[in-house]
């Protein structure tokens, strides 16, 4: 009985045992992105807000920091992750209406959250910079 | 479908517990979220500087304000609900995802407070 048993048997899935996929991984980093805009979106989104409410010398010192090199580095990578939350997002919507399970459908379109994630970060990126400067 | 009650199951809603509400709620704010946070990323690109005077004259408008205390309502709604999930998966210990589920709440509401008063602030002068 146990000598027949398949060695390479399914594993219950868990981050350190999954076999990396792009259809788990847009799952995974879907939940990364979520938190990291809950509380590093939300905080950094409140503190400009509130500067902006408490006048000129608050909204100073959020604006230099905000367009500092590490202001610039967070905007980046913030951007990066909102469009890739919402790209996954607009996937986990379609998926709702129970379309898009097929395997190649759902590893193309997990591809494509991916890259237009990457995409739409350059194009805000070009279009701040080439309307606003640095 | 098919273990809840008579009218439960004429309805499409299963059992129709605060599961269900929870799930859809999550989506509707989705939704809500995509349109608000699009509207609102074009809006600070098409600013002509993100300067206090100009964020202020942009907030001063109600065409501005009102799609800003929406988006504030709807993406802290959202995060309450998606992180709840996060803590119900991940946090076993049931003292510690008490004090998890408590921390996000008063994280939630009063972001969404802060927010909604820093926009009436500036939108009603002062």
């Not at chain 2, 991940?90 to 510690?96: C, F, I, K, M, Q």
């Amino acid at each position: 009985m146990a000598a027949n048993r398949p060695t390479a048997r399914p594993i219950s899935p868990h981050l350190s045992v999954f076999k990396w996929r792009f259809t788990m991984a847009v799952s995974i980093i879907h939940r990364a992105t979520g938190t990291a805009l809950a509380f590093g979106g939300g905080v950094l989104f409140l503190w400009w807000l509130l500067a902006a409410a408490s006048g000129p010398d608050a909204y100073a010192v959020f604006y230099s920091v905000a367009r500092g090199p590490i202001g610039i580095l967070v905007g980046v990578g913030l951007s990066w992750v909102f469009f890739q939350h919402l790209l996954s997002g607009l996937r986990h919507l379609y998926m709702d209406t129970g379309a898009g399970y097929g395997l190649a459908e759902a590893r193309s379109s997990a591809v494509a959250v991916f890259a237009g994630a990457v995409l739409l970060t350059v194009l805000l990126w070009v279009a701040i910079l080439s309307t606003k400067g640095l | 479908m098919g273990n809840g009650t008579e009218l439960g199951r004429v309805r499409g809603l299963g059992s129709a517990k605060s599961g269900v509400h929870h799930w859809w709620m999550q989506r509707v704010t989705a939704v809500a979220n995509v349109a608000l946070l699009l509207w609102f990323v074009i809006s600070l690109v098409r600013l002509p500087g993100l300067d206090h005077a100009s964020v202020l004259l942009w907030l001063r408008q109600p065409v501005a304000a009102v799609p800003m205390l929406l988006l504030i309502a709807s993406v802290f709604w959202h995060l309450r609900l998606g992180f709840q999930v996060f803590i119900e998966d991940y946090v076993h210990d049931e003292g510690a995802k008490l004090l998890a589920l408590l921390a996000l709440n008063f994280y939630a509401l009063a972001g969404a407070a802060a927010g909604v008063f820093a926009v009436l602030k500036i939108a009603l002068g002062a």
